[in-house]
């Protein structure tokens, strides 16, 4: 909902953005139900509750959502990708011109600052013209033809042609920890909406309002667009309904795939949904990861303050409430690693309390923190023990949501028999492990659990243990990242943002970058068609003039007589 | 085990196949075990039990499988492509040299007749030689670069390098319906190899002589390459050992991925392993499918003879034991319609009885026909009910398997309101089913279950019916196929060859064709590495010459000075 009355403190012209607490239907707000959930957030920040109030979709509202975006998909099939291509740009503009309201809202709903979430949705809104400038070109679609040679013995050779074909509906929950660059309008939605799917968002309990008003901004645009207004929905979840109906969503028979970001648990029990409906449907998760970096010892002596003043920023900024937030730091022991941990603890002792989301992932931090400190053979490096042991019980919702930094610290033989020490720790933590020599931390990187990412940093010396380790890490994870951190994902044609469980439950997909579309397509093969009923980008003229495997050779070409003639029957 | 001893039956030079009963370990056949559970197998078309003996594969000797697998794995990594595409095309011979043996002794334990295997032995070896000939380009790793750019504001962009990574040791599950194609070196085991991984396949306890002799052959040619022996392993099982040994396999750490080719609960149970199990790996699944022809008014007009008969030779072919047989049939009902099912029956009337693949498969064809002839508004076209009832409780192992095709009839209204209709007879049956109308039609199409491929007989006068199913089917089936039937996979670049559940429990996947290689790979991003630790396909230099997606634009080109300089840190 839009208001440009408000001329005290919006500069004219300008509109200004305000949730309404009503979630969006066909891209229109719904009407108050007084049966229905109503749930507030608190600004983690001050620990004092927002005065926005929410009402969480109903039954009834799911479903509507639901069916209304499987009429559109089936009725918008001959819209062109050039009004795909708009409707992304458009729906990039206006968030871009809706940042000032964006950003007010959530930071006050997440207590990320304003710097990193306008850097947010800098990425956010690169990310929809990305996709929409890959559309243009129909290639990532993967259309191949075979020609048909009729003369072929013992049995003439039909005409095949192949490409990628959108799935349907898709059912997109938000993260908490990326308001923006994995809600609302995220990677998921905006892959979604880039292949050829409508969407309908769960919108993230944490960040109701920032949420909303995305989806007002996304309503607006395609409500601007030839898509018939069911392509988007926003549902707000909160309260007793939040669990149901991210249930009643993937149990929707109109529903037909779904990407999830946030915990181990969420994502498991929702995968169990969506697997055991009488037609299972696709269902991408990211979930945990621990994205070890490995500081090798070329690397240690070439530049051990960098390092270390880069890995704390990485460990501690945002709170650590970062998917590729580095949780262990592998060293081999020496002078070299000692006065590294030395730094590394200097750098993360100076950072400032920051809040975290939400006194519920606080709590799990600090109960997380508490079991690894109970562990014979992991103390303490940067942090008070005392704190932090019995805190997670003492918090209370109405306080502030602020944590230090921490650092953890063993040795190799402790890490190598302790599975717990695998495991994320979602918060600003990281655990130093000590190593004897190169092959005990080759050794450890071998027990490494499926992560989105891990680091090496090395100098030309270390080649021959970081030709081991990058063989294992490239088992485990989905970027190896050289002489840099793990955090700051950036958004390119060859970004891979997945990897192997429980980091994810898919790890042949990413949930970044273009490849990210697939997830929502399904490959189907048109055999002896004639050419009115193939779709455009696998007709013989090429009218979008992609790039398609003929025969097994790309080419932008039109079908030529040559190889073989019109595929007509 | 070759003999070339026996010059009695063998031409001189010729080297002379035979089954020891003993399962293939790391390309060694391995001692006898006096322990090991003993099985055979009848020929289904006299059912008498075939000489040869073979030994389950223990416990021990399947882990044995699973950690050589590994080992080669971790060993091979330096071994170029193009010796990876020697092996396939060295397999491919050796199959094709062993062809008399294998076909001789297949033909017995199937009931296949040896047309149809030399078949498709052809198409086993041809599919191993475009694979050869796909992986020598080694763009099917999809690899992609985006240059850096260190002058970037506010950060610098950095250089990200994708390609597909092989996953490790595969465990393939063969099929008893096609024992060349989709067993010991069917289209799964050649995917993998291809892929670069290691193979262990579970011998089908149906033609455990056919399976073993064709994994002798892969033994030979792996043992003459560079790859290290552990690269490939053949275990038979049969007896009480069948179950454990699928088991053992998908819960091997060793074990990185799995495919399968069988039945709905076959899949689903060995899913489940692969998917619980503390590390979860990809495993696919080809299972039952429906494959359902439409005949549309033009089309029937205008061919209805020629239709019958293709129809009714895929129907009944191989007593219909193809993934691919259509099982359903759907007319508009009228006298084209009725002259239609007329010669359809009259063609299924006078094909001969042909053997089923073993008796416990007949037994399950003959239960399913004999619950469908019990709904009301069913009832056969072909084949005398007073046969079928009762008459999979009086079959016994010892007589011949063989089986008339069967045609059932129904209407729109009886297919529409009974599930069991839509799912898979496997056996040489199908359903005709008359609609009121081509909207009827198009209402039973989309309650069609997710099947491998569906056809759409049509002339010109059928377009907006046929666009209508088309749209319809492009969300059911993975192939569609115009004027001609589904039977008959045509194995080239556009191949897919898969389908929404309940045909295959990956639907974004494809069995059969190129595509298949990617099932075996992950993708993994290298971020700012030094040339001398990426694939060699991601370097600079492209030594391959292979097609990659630099910043966005496909090229076969090196990485240009211009496109921002040697990504070294």
Redesign the interface.
């Known amino acids: 909902m839009t208001d440009t009355s408000d001329t005290t403190d919006t500069p004219p012209g300008r509109v200004r953005w305000i949730p309404t607490g009503r979630s969006i239907i066909a891209c229109k707000p719904i009407e108050p139900d007084a049966n229905t959930v109503v749930f507030s957030t608190r600004n983690p920040a001050t620990g004092t509750v927002l005065p926005s109030r929410f009402q969480a979709a109903t039954r009834v509202q799911v479903s509507d959502a639901a069916n209304e975006a499987w009429r559109a998909f089936?009725s918008a099939?001959a819209i062109p990708t050039s009004d795909r291509a708009e409707l992304l740009r458009a729906i990039a503009q206006g968030l871009a011109d809706a940042e000032d309201d964006l950003i007010q809202i959530c930071a006050q709903e997440t207590g990320l600052t304003e710097d990193r979430l306008s850097?947010e949705l800098g990425r956010t809104t690169s990310t929809l013209r990305l996709f929409a400038?890959?559309i243009e070109d129909g290639?990532w679609q993967r259309p191949?033809?075979?020609t048909p040679d009729p003369s072929r013995k013992?049995?003439p050779?039909?005409g095949?042609?192949?490409m990628l074909?959108p799935?349907?509906p898709v059912a997109v929950f938000g993260a908490s920890n990326f308001p923006l660059a994995y809600s609302t309008m995220g990677t998921d939605a905006a892959s979604a909406l880039a292949a050829g799917c409508p969407v309908i968002v769960k919108g993230h309990p944490l960040h109701p309002g920032t949420g909303e008003i995305a989806a007002q901004v996304v309503a607006e645009a395609v409500r601007a667009s030839p898509f018939p207004n069911g392509w988007f929905s926003f549902l707000h979840a909160g309260g007793d309904r939040e669990r149901d109906i991210g249930s009643e969503l993937l149990e929707h028979p109109c529903v037909?795939a779904a990407g999830f970001t946030g915990s181990l648990g969420g994502g498991t029990a929702l995968a169990e949904i969506a697997r055991t409906r009488p037609?299972?449907i696709?269902f991408f998760a990211e979930m945990g990861s621990i994205n070890p970096a490995f500081v090798l010892p070329g690397g240690l002596s070439k530049e051990p303050v960098g390092i270390a003043q880069h890995l704390a920023r990485a460990i501690g900024q945002y709170a650590g409430q970062q998917c590729t937030c580095p949780g262990l730091v592998f060293v081999v022991k020496g002078s070299h690693a000692a006065s590294f941990i030395e730094r590394l603890a200097l750098e993360l002792r100076g950072m400032p309390p920051t809040p975290m989301l939400a006194a519920r992932i606080r709590k799990n931090y600090l109960s997380r923190l508490e079991s690894l400190l109970a562990l014979p053979g992991v103390r303490t490096e940067v942090g008070d023990p005392k704190e932090i042991r019995g805190a997670s019980a003492r918090l209370s919702d109405d306080k502030p949501t602020h944590e230090k930094p921490v650092l953890l610290r063993t040795n190799a033989d402790t890490f190598l028999s302790h599975d717990t020490l695998h495991e994320e720790v979602f918060g600003p933590a990281s655990i130093v492990v000590e190593c004897e020599n190169p092959a005990e931390l080759a050794r450890c990187a071998g027990l490494i659990q499926?992560s989105l990412a891990a680091s090496v940093f090395?100098a030309s010396q270390d080649?021959s243990i970081?030709?081991e380790l990058?063989?294992i890490l490239?088992?485990r994870?989905?970027?190896?990242?050289?002489?840099?951190v793990t955090t700051?994902v950036?958004v390119?044609?060859?970004?891979?943002h997945?990897g192997?469980?429980p980091a994810c439950?898919r790890?042949?997909t990413?949930a970044v970058g273009p490849?990210a579309l697939?997830?929502w397509?399904?490959?189907?093969?048109?055999?002896?068609?004639?050419g009115?009923?193939l779709p455009p980008d696998l007709r013989d003229e090429n009218p979008g003039g992609c790039?398609r495997?003929i025969?097994?050779e790309?080419t932008r070409d039109r079908v030529a007589a040559s190889k073989g003639g019109h595929p007509d029957?």
């Open positions: 089936d099939r850097s400038d890959v290639s191949a033809i075979d013992p049995s050779r039909p095949l042609r192949r074909l799935l349907g037909r037609d299972p696709p499926g090395l080649l970081a030709e990058v063989a490239s088992l994870a989905g970027r190896i990242v050289f002489n840099g700051g950036e390119g044609h060859a970004t891979v997945g192997p469980f439950n790890s042949d990413t490849m697939e997830r397509c399904r490959p189907v093969a048109f055999q002896n068609a004639p009115n009923l790039l495997l025969d097994g790309p029957s």
